[in-house]
């Protein structure tokens, strides 16, 4: 009989020298049919973040999930480059509460597996760094969530808790069938050499180094992350047409794309976003994905978000950005002085219950942000001086990084969670605190020189048509 239980901590020790399932949060623990206790950890808030109640409710949702559940199923996810673990609520449907069933017949459908399921509760990635694979890191995911809500970015990243899983398991009704059901395609060999090495480790823990990326201390266990991934992904428009290849080519594409170009133009905000926007359209590719009507709204909300993401992905060393950037659609309307906003249930104007006259944007759903926090990654942000090209900013968001400088490099409150919380390496609590600081030098740098405008406010732009620039002190004291 499988038991859910609450405790009040999960382990915690001062910044391991290896990252480790030493994590600071609430957990909930479950007991596997082989009678082995898993954790999911709810993480310690960062101090300082603005978390809402859906952000708690959906961790405590994804606390809840007992994997072994009659009416849970499993399915390898066999698309994309890393492997991964899909979790479905089975209730209703073809497969009703017949676990072994679904994972025998609807887990090969690959992405449609979704389509025989009630609903997909959650995605279960686990770092895995080995030759010939994509490169995933499980504590970057937790590093943007929680950092996003410290900045309170308008950026929608998605909730993420920690969660372990008994690996003989895992291996049975998760990593076999994904070595068996992947690699049968070119696109698909980066995930397939994923798997591989997942069944090799799990047979010998040793055989993956370091061994405490993805196993528990007792190596009973393997341990990862649970998040949800919603939205769907941008074209050129906001991805960039990636013409110049993977790394700094993308990257450098990316800057050509018309909300970067508005960021980086030296003008007041409409300027800036007709400039953006005229100057992208310049390549056809870009151009049709645009589409014929941009309004400047859309456009002072994608400028806000890409400058948040450039600013994370700086800090936390992140290099798989670029083709990773997705959208939800929404109704944005002004409504007695204040902007509101409904989801929107398809992607083109008519459908919900909206006013007359209301805009549908694309709002930003940063949810791929598992290649960061690793020292060894390539920080393309930093190596093609993402934050040196930006003219436009919010001031707020500018405090609290001047803020978080000052708390890190005193080893304030900040400093300690993020040694203690994520079971982070030690020269990956140096990294961010080292990218942080550079972060805030190079935005100070802009400053002082008069090149740096903070007028970033999508709400105010959309409801007066025009923002008036903060005045924000570049060293502030």
């Given amino acids: 009989m499988i038991r859910t239980v609450l405790s009040c901590l999960a382990a915690l020790a001062a910044a391991p020298a290896f990252a480790s399932d030493a994590v600071l949060g609430e957990a909930t623990t479950f007991s596997s049919p082989n009678g082995v206790v898993e954790r999911c950890v709810r993480i310690t808030p960062i101090p300082g973040g603005a978390y809402s109640n859906g952000d708690l409710k959906d961790e405590a949702a994804y606390c809840a999930i007992d994997l072994y559940a009659a009416e849970v199923a499993l399915c390898p996810k066999t698309w994309s480059t890393s492997p991964g673990m899909m979790v479905y609520e089975i209730s209703t449907g073809p497969y009703a509460n017949d676990r072994a069933a679904f994972e025998r017949n609807a887990c090969k459908e690959g992405k449609s597996a ?47 808790v920690w969660r372990s899983m008994d690996v003989a398991m895992h291996n049975s009704e998760v990593a076999r069938p994904g070595l068996a059901n992947s690699g049968h395609n070119r696109s698909a060999r980066m995930n397939h050499a994923g798997w591989q090495h997942l069944v090799d480790a799990e047979a010998n823990p040793a055989s993956y180094s370091p061994t405490n990326d993805i196993f528990t201390s007792d190596r009973t266990q393997i341990y990862g992350i649970l998040t949800s991934s919603p939205g769907h992904r941008y074209g050129s428009e906001m991805n960039g047409t990636r013409k110049s290849g993977w790394g700094k080519g993308q990257s450098l594409d990316f800057q050509e794309t018309p909300a970067f170009l508005a960021l980086r133009e030296d003008a007041p905000l409409i300027e800036a976003i007709d400039a953006g926007l005229s100057k992208g359209r310049r390549d056809s590719q870009i151009n049709r994905d645009l589409g014929p009507d941009v309004p400047r709204e859309q456009m ?66 940063l949810n791929d942000n598992d290649a960061g926090g690793r020292v060894a990654y390539a920080n393309f942000a930093k190596s093609t001086q993402m934050l040196e090209k930006l003219r436009h900013f919010d001031g707020k968001m500018y405090t609290r990084l001047v803020e978080l400088d000052r708390d890190l490099q005193k080893q304030g409150p900040i400093y300690q969670w993020l040694a203690q919380s994520l079971g982070l390496k030690d020269r990956e609590v140096a990294q961010v605190v080292n990218n942080t600081a550079l972060a805030v030098g190079i935005l100070q740098d802009s400053c002082r020189a008069g090149r740096l405008r903070f007028d970033l406010n999508p709400k105010t732009f959309f409801l007066e048509g025009d923002v008036v620039r903060d005045t924000v002190a570049c060293d502030l004291g």
């Fill in 114 to 160: 979704k389509d025989l399921a009630e609903d997909d509760l959650a995605k279960f990635k686990v770092t895995m760094n080995a030759e010939g694979t994509s490169g995933t890191y499980s504590a970057s995911p937790l590093l943007y969530y929680h950092f996003s809500r410290y900045f309170d970015m308008a950026v929608m990243v998605p909730v993420t």
């Fill in 300 to 365: 002072a909300y994608w400028m806000r978000e890409i400058s948040e993401i450039v600013l994370l992905d700086f800090i936390f060393s992140q290099q798989d950005r670029v083709g990773n950037i997705d959208f939800t659609p929404y109704y944005y309307w002004a409504e007695n002085g204040e902007v509101k906003h409904k989801k929107a249930k398809h992607h083109e104007v008519g459908d919900g219950d909206v006013p007359e006259g209301a805009l549908l944007l694309r709002r930003t759903n």
